[in-house]
C-alpha cells in the first residue's frame, strides 16, 4: 500500500475530523524534525524503546513491519501523543492509532534506498510529492502550489 492509500485510508472519506487527522501529518513531521537529531534522534527513541527492528524495517529495502498504537505510545512518550492529540483536536488513543498507521510510511518514504537523510529532517517536499494530490496537505506545510515531482 502506498503513503497515499495508507493516508487516504487512516483518513477515511467523513468529514468529521478529516482537517483534524490531515493536521496530524503537519504535527507528526514537525515532532519528527524537531526531535534531537530528527529522524536520527526518533530512529534511537525506537531503539531505546524495545522497537528497533520495527524501525530498521521502515528504512530498510524490505516488508514495513507493522506496529501498534500501544507502542507507538511508548516510543514516543504519551505526553508527545497528548500534545499531538491537543493539537489535532483528536484522542490520544485517535493520534497512536493514526501515527501507527501513518509512520511506516513517512520513514519509508524519507529513507530511499535504506538510507537516512544526512540532515536527519523529514524532506516535506519530497513527502509531499509521494502524496501526490491528496486534498489540502500542501497547505498544511506552507506549501502554495503542488509540490513538482
Same mark, same amino acid.
Given at each position: ?90 484522542? *490520544?488513543?485517535?493520534?497512536? #492509532?493514526? @501515527?501507527?498507521?501513518? $509512520?511506516?510510511? =513517512?520513514?519509508?518514504? %524519507?529513507?530511499?534506498? /535504506?538510507?537516512?537523510?544526512?540532515? *536527519?529532517?523529514?524532506?516535506? #517536499?519530497? @513527502?509531499?510529492?509521494? $502524496?501526490?494530490? =491528496?486534498?489540502?496537505? %500542501?497547505?498544511?506545510? /506552507? ?7
Amino acid at each position: 500500500m502506498s503513503l497515499l492509500d495508507t493516508l487516504a485510508s487512516s483518513f477515511g472519506n467523513s468529514s468529521q475530523g478529516g482537517g483534524a487527522q490531515s493536521g496530524l501529518v503537519a504535527i507528526a513531521m514537525e515532532f519528527v524534525n524537531n526531535q534531537p537529531g530528527g529522524l536520527n534522534g526518533l530512529i534511537q527513541r525506537f531503539h531505546e524503546n524495545g522497537a528497533g527492528d520495527i524501525v530498521s524495517s521502515w528504512i530498510s529495502n524490505g516488508e514495513n513491519k507493522p506496529i501498534s498504537s500501544d507502542t507507538v505510545t511508548n516510543v514516543l512518550g504519551s505526553d508527545a501523543v497528548s500534545q499531538m492529540a491537543q493539537k489535532a483536536g483528536l484522542s *490520544g488513543d485517535q493520534v497512536s #492509532g493514526i @501515527l501507527a498507521s501513518v $509512520l511506516p510510511h =513517512l520513514v519509508n518514504q %524519507a529513507t530511499p534506498d /535504506g538510507q537516512v537523510p544526512a540532515d *536527519g529532517k523529514l524532506d516535506v #517536499g519530497s @513527502l509531499l510529492g509521494s $502524496l501526490g494530490g =491528496l486534498g489540502g496537505l %500542501a497547505g498544511l506545510f /506552507g506549501k502554495s502550489e503542488e509540490p513538482k515531482a
